[in-house]
Structure formats: structure tokens, C-alpha cells
């Protein structure tokens, strides 16, 4: 009987399990998260208002409540908790699904003064998560600069234009909620380097922009027309088609002249955020790009300021190291071959790897199923020769010894029901707990 630990619980890790518990009718799975809390970005990352992406946890849920996988929440692995070498000895195989926790940076002068932050700050703030450390983010902004053209972009741009009373029934934490209701943005410029043709946000998100309440979308047609498909997108891919067409007729349309506007601005590439009023960050100064010709940009020189009392860079994720596995700084993932960790070229016995820290941070949620999928059959594949090496009977003891306090399914459910009652305390539905205190002691009253 093989016991395997899946160290990670949003969806590539819970899709490992469940393709473990399909494909072997003995394996026995535990699935570690640091959090207590499962289901990863769907829980911490997608946003308060698209709910119907959050139902998702009803699928994860169903095979965290497998009778052969376990959810034992509040375990670090690596650095200040259980090391990877132990975690190895107590289980036959370890897949890491650990994500990829670390922004990039833009790499400019001032990113870092005062009201400059990046979008995971801003997601984990308004997400409740609780190593979320910001806030007062809105506090005296009245313009708001998005650097990034992606999904992520399109939902922290979406949530500072949203009005209290959209927010108020999702689970968004109350002091973000409050926060917001008294915002006082009414101008949002979400600024890519590139053209519309390469922007990465899908159609769906971008033309949620457009259905928010009392908020104009506004677009440059001059800025749309210097990308070299935008007179005729109907060699684009189709994805890309339609992102244009939508931008297209937004610029056809006039200002309806509403308390809010966002701005979706091309070919403006970040060079230094300026320090405004008591040294915050006062405006964006912008270098106008143009196409390469080879699908890049290149700089022209010329430089345009951009107001704003908050800017939320959003270029995109990256791996960080775990202490005890080997780690690809380049490209900010762990060497692998087909899901088997590759220590010095050849791949290691027992330990695996599936989600961001396999193959990037790309795709899509639905993305790791494949990849779990491509993993769980290496692992599969490993199986006779790693059920010969003897571990221990349950691994709970052990895990314990080495310095976790597991939280298990029944600590879980009691944060959902003390999320429940603070909802019906506030007169809203679920709120979440923003805090490990919070979070600690919901759990321990199971």
C-alpha cells in the first residue's frame, strides 16, 4: 500500500490526489498545506466577485473528503517546519505542488515608495489571506495605475471600481469592504507595454469591465492603432479577435461621463514612479513603445506622466525555493522530467512535482488537471520499486514530532462555521476570517 504526500491543496494539488485515489484503489493520500485552510488561488486568489469560479471548491471538496486522502492543514514544509528530507522518510513519495508565491518587479526607480504595490498584495488583502501584511491601499488615492495586461490585471482594476453594495454579498473581509466603500478612485488606468493584439487577458474578463455600474471604460483609438493588427485582426487568433473588436467598440464609444472611469492603455511602457505629496507615489512616467516588427516593442523616447496616488504592478508570478529541493532560479521552477524531480540530471525517487512550480506560471485553473494528471503516472509508473522502502504506519505522530500542529478536516469545517456566524453578525453571508489568530482559534474549537 503506497502512501503519498501532496504538499499543496489548491487545485493541482487536490487534482493530484484525486488522480491518484482514480488510478490506485489502495494509495493513501495526505495532502499538507502551511495554510488552514484548503483550495489554494481558488480560496486566495480568485476574486470576491466571481463566484461562480469560487464554486469550484464544491470539486475540490468532494476529493479532500476521499476516505482515502487526508487534509491536514497548518503544515510548513521546508524552512522553520518539517524538513523535505523527513517528509520524504514518512512517506513512499512526495509531490510538491507549492505553487509560485513571489511577484515579479519591474525593475524601475521609486517602485517602492509609499502606495506603490504589487497586485498579490493587493489580491491577499482584499482574499483575507492571512500573511496579508498591506493595507490602506485606497486611503487618499483618487487615481489608480494597473501596470499589467493579464487576468489579474482585469480583477484588481474590477474590484476598485466595484461600489459597496456589489461587494457586500461575496465573502470579501469587512475591512476591505469598508475600505472600499469609502474609496475615493475614480480614475483607473490599466497600462500594458505592448498592443491589444498581445494582450493576455481573456474576452470574458475584459468585457466584465464594461457591465460595472456607473463606470465608463475608455480606450484611445490612436493607442489601439498603432498595433499593426488592429485595421484588420482577422488573421489574429480568435481569442485575440475578440479581445480587439470588444476594445474597438469602446473606442467608438463616447464618454458617458460617470462617476468612475478606467482607462485601458497600450504601448506605455513603466520607467519611474514619482514621488508626489509627503513622499508617496505621485504619477507614473511612461515611455511610448511601438512595435518591433518581430511581436516586441521598442522605445521611442518620448515620455508621458500618468497621475496616481496608487499603483499595483501585476507582470506576472514566480517560483520561489524551497529549502531541500533543488530550484531552477532562471526560470523559477524545480528541474523535473515528466513530474520527477531531477537532482543533479537524474530524476530522485520519491519525489515529484506538479502546478506552477512544474511548469510556470501559465495557464489556466483547468491547466492542472493535465499536468497532475502527466505526474501521477510517473509516480504510478515508480511505484513497485518506491513500496518497497518502509515507512511508518501513519505519519501524523511523526509529523508532530518534527514540530507541525496539523489541522485537520474537522478544524476546517469549524473555520467554515465560524466564517458563517461572522457573516451573520455583520448581516452578509460567509465573511472570511483575515487572520491567523482567527483562523487558529476557529480551528481548535473542533
Avoid at 152 to 176: F, K
Avoid at 215 to 238: G, I, K, N
Amino acid at each position: 500500500m503506497l502512501r503519498v504526500a501532496v504538499v499543496g491543496s489548491g487545485p493541482s494539488g487536490v487534482y493530484t490526489a484525486q488522480s491518484l485515489v482514480q488510478q490506485d484503489p489502495e494509495v493513501l493520500v495526505d495532502v499538507l498545506d502551511r495554510l488552514p485552510c484548503p483550495y489554494g488561488l481558488v480560496r486566495y486568489g480568485v476574486a470576491p466577485d466571481h463566484e461562480k469560479i469560487k464554486s469550484l471548491q464544491q470539486n475540490l471538496r468532494t476529493v479532500l473528503e476521499h476516505e482515502r486522502v487526508r487534509f491536514l492543514g497548518g503544515v510548513r514544509i521546508g524552512a522553520d517546519g518539517v524538513p523535505v528530507a523527513r517528509l520524504r522518510e514518512l512517506y513512499h513519495a512526495v509531490v510538491y505542488c507549492v505553487g509560485a508565491a513571489a511577484d515579479r518587479r519591474l525593475g524601475v526607480p521609486g517602485e517602492d515608495l509609499p502606495g506603490s504595490f504589487s497586485a498579490t498584495e493587493f489580491v491577499a488583502w482584499y482574499s483575507a489571506h492571512p500573511d496579508a501584511a498591506a493595507d490602506g491601499f485606497v486611503a487618499g488615492a483618487r487615481s489608480a495605475v494597473v501596470v499589467g495586461m493579464g487576468n489579474v490585471a482585469v480583477d484588481v482594476t474590477r474590484i476598485l471600481a466595484r461600489g459597496a453594495a456589489e461587494l457586500s454579498p461575496t465573502d470579501i473581509p469587512q475591512a476591505a469592504l469598508t475600505a472600499l466603500a469609502a474609496s475615493e478612485v475614480t480614475d483607473i488606468h490599466m497600462v500594458g507595454r505592448r498592443g491589444p493584439a498581445q494582450a493576455r487577458f481573456t474576452t470574458k474578463e475584459l468585457r466584465e469591465l464594461g457591465t460595472l455600474p456607473d463606470t465608463d471604460v475608455l480606450v484611445d483609438e490612436a493607442e489601439l492603432a498603432l498595433d499593426p493588427a488592429y485595421a484588420d485582426p482577422s488573421a489574429l487568433p480568435a481569442a485575440q479577435r475578440r479581445n480587439v473588436e470588444v476594445l474597438r467598440g469602446w473606442a467608438a464609444s463616447p464618454s458617458r461621463g460617470l462617476r468612475r472611469r478606467i482607462h485601458l492603455r497600450f504601448f506605455l511602457r513603466p520607467g519611474e514612479l514619482l514621488a508626489g505629496e509627503e513622499g508617496r507615489v505621485g504619477a507614473v512616467r511612461f515611455e511610448r513603445t511601438a512595435p518591433d516588427g518581430h511581436g516586441g516593442v521598442t522605445g521611442t523616447g518620448r515620455l508621458q506622466d500618468i497621475g496616481a496616488e496608487l499603483v499595483l504592478r501585476s507582470v506576472g508570478y514566480r517560483g520561489v525555493p524551497l529549502e531541500g529541493l533543488p530550484f531552477d532560479a532562471e526560470r523559477g521552477t524545480v528541474p523535473q522530467l515528466a513530474g520527477r524531480v531531477l537532482r543533479e540530471c537524474s530524476p530522485s525517487p520519491g519525489e515529484y512535482v506538479a502546478g506552477w512550480i512544474k511548469r510556470g506560471p501559465t495557464g489556466v485553473i483547468g491547466t492542472n488537471r493535465p499536468c497532475a494528471k502527466e505526474t501521477v503516472e510517473s509516480l504510478l509508473a515508480d511505484s513497485p520499486a518506491l513500496a518497497r522502502r518502509e515507512v511508518p504506519g501513519d505519519p501524523l505522530t511523526p509529523l508532530r514530532e518534527a514540530g507541525a500542529e496539523p489541522v485537520g478536516w474537522a478544524g476546517w469545517l469549524a473555520i467554515e462555521r465560524a466564517e458563517a456566524a461572522l457573516g451573520a453578525s455583520l448581516g452578509r453571508g460567509l465573511v472570511k476570517l483575515p487572520d491567523w489568530a482567527a483562523l487558529r482559534s476557529a480551528a481548535e474549537r473542533a
